[in-house]
């Protein structure tokens, strides 16, 4: 055992914290005996009937290892060689992900700034112009990240409007959903009612970030379609040669089934929790805010993260008791997020290190 390890909390992202409870019993709960390998087990069957639960009676899933491993594997079954993608400037796979979709994928990225973190009808339509010109990559996928880089959530109407406009210029949609738990607590809607009801064609189904140890999915939501079924047939051979194929896929697996069965109990659970943390971080903040004009908090927290602004001398003393990122350098903009084993004494610490440094 690490007799050296230190014990303590921060804000940098939902990634810091520990596995659930729950989740690592599932883990424990399967590893008795043995199972046939590479998905053919029945801890994984379990979990494909539990997807046609959540996404609907034509939706498959893939468990993966990472986010960025479900982003590529779903964004190269989505694309022609020659096809890019449109998202936003902060999008995830644009300006955190290593460079992945461009080195491992091939794929070309089309971005526009936005400054709320999410796309519009308008912003696809900005970058769908040379149509059947060799000399640009075409846009063959929207992605879109939900709850968004910059916190943000869309509604199901933003959705809705965004898939739409998608599909008339003959383009898939994909959902980047590393917080999809803390949208659908934010939304109070099932997933199924904001991604499949919706025209969404693909998800990135997140666990790692709402108390999973390393598991995440890529869901194809209508596997019937012909367009579907070609992504459904694609996945497995580019879940392998993406180095996303997990040999022993029953531990994954376990973890998703914990996390989403009993129409996502846990994961819903753990979600509200931690949107309910950062909303009281952000309320404590505001407070804050109008007493020292100093610190500003330009952006609403939708879902479980906090995006104040402070001056750079004041970040520097706080990030000396708590780990946080700076977002924006040029603003001085960071980034607090609030974790599903957040707790209020946390949020109480941090907003009393922000007083006693004001």
Not at 11 to 34: C, K, Q, T
Not at 45 to 61: C, I, M, N, Q, T
Request: with cysteine.
């Amino acid at each position: 055992m690490l007799t050296n390890r230190k014990i303590w909390r921060g804000f940098a992202s939902d990634n810091y914290a520990g596995v659930h409870p729950e989740v690592l019993a599932a883990i424990a709960s399967v590893n008795s005996g043995h199972e046939v390998a590479y998905g053919e087990d029945t801890v994984t069957a379990e979990f494909d009937e539990l997807v046609r639960s959540l996404f609907g009676s034509k939706a498959v899933g893939f468990p993966v290892f990472n986010g960025t491993g479900a982003n590529v594997v779903a964004l190269q079954a989505a694309l022609k060689r020659w096809e890019a993608v449109i998202c936003v400037e902060s999008a995830h796979i644009n300006a955190d992900e290593g460079g992945a979709p461009e080195k491992m994928g091939g794929i070309k990225l089309w971005t526009v700034a936005s400054s709320d973190g999410k796309l519009t009808p308008e912003m696809i339509d900005s970058q769908v112009f040379d149509m059947g010109v060799v000399h640009r990559a075409q846009p063959g996928v929207v992605s879109i990240t939900q709850t968004t880089e910059m916190g943000t959530l869309y509604t199901a109407k933003e959705i809705k409007a965004l898939a739409d406009r998608a599909h008339k210029h003959g383009l898939l949609i994909h959902m980047d959903g590393a917080r999809l738990s803390n949208a659908a607590a934010a939304l109070g809607l099932s997933f199924k009612q904001f991604t499949t009801d919706l025209g969404i064609d693909l998800v990135s189904l997140g666990g790692t970030k709402i108390g999973a140890l390393g598991a995440e999915a890529v869901i194809v939501t209508d596997s019937k379609s012909a367009r579907g079924k070609e992504l459904a047939n694609a996945m497995p051979f580019l879940r392998k040669t993406s180095m996303q194929l997990p040999s022993k896929m029953r531990f994954v697996s376990a973890q998703l089934i914990e996390l989403f069965q009993d129409g996502a109990k846990l994961a819903l659970s753990n979600a509200k929790h931690a949107n309910a943390m950062a909303q009281r971080l952000y309320d404590g903040v505001e407070k804050i805010a109008k007493e020292h004009k100093s610190v500003t908090v330009p952006n609403p927290t939708e879902a479980n993260a906090v995006f104040p602004v402070l001056p750079e001398a004041l970040t520097k003393k706080l990030q000396k008791q708590y780990r946080f990122y700076v977002w924006n350098q040029a603003t001085g903009q960071v980034r607090w997020m609030c974790a599903w084993d957040t707790t209020e004494e946390d949020v109480d610490g941090l907003l009393a290190a922000l007083k006693a440094a004001l």
